[in-house]
């Protein structure tokens, strides 16, 4: 069984950063995707920023230039680096992995980030 642990949100004024981490464990085939979804109040979960086994990154628009992604294989963990936060960031950060092509995505429990106007 594959779980995902979260950590590091928080409260943040805005123009603030914060980082985000995530820790898998269990048995999945290689290669991956890990990557962090967000949902606000009122919204659908949505892609913040994916990262596979080989590096290659994606990023929703809005956060382009303010956030970086990473990821360890060795150590299974991805991070989210998060600067220069706005209020509509505020939302609960989920982590997320699966393996590459089509396999089962497993998330993990979340974690708040608020961040204050």
């Known amino acids: 069984q594959v779980q995902l642990v979260e950590s590091g949100g928080g409260l943040v004024q805005a123009g603030g950063s914060l980082s985000l981490s995530c820790l898998a464990s269990?048995?999945?085939?290689?290669?991956?995707?890990m990557g962090w979804y967000r949902q606000a109040p009122g919204n659908e979960r949505a892609l913040v920023a994916d990262?596979?086994?080989?590096?290659?990154?994606s990023y929703a628009d809005s956060v382009k230039g303010r956030f970086t992604i990473s990821r360890d294989n060795a150590k299974k963990t991805v991070d989210l680096q998060m600067n220069s936060l706005n209020v509509e960031d505020t939302a609960v950060y989920y982590c997320?992995?699966?393996?590459?092509?089509?396999?089962?995505?497993?998330w993990g429990k979340g974690t708040l980030v608020t961040v204050s106007s």
């Open positions: 269990g048995s999945i085939f290689s290669p991956t995707i």
């Open positions: 990262i596979t086994t080989g590096g290659s990154t």
């Open positions: 997320v992995i699966r393996a590459l092509p089509r396999g089962t995505r497993y």
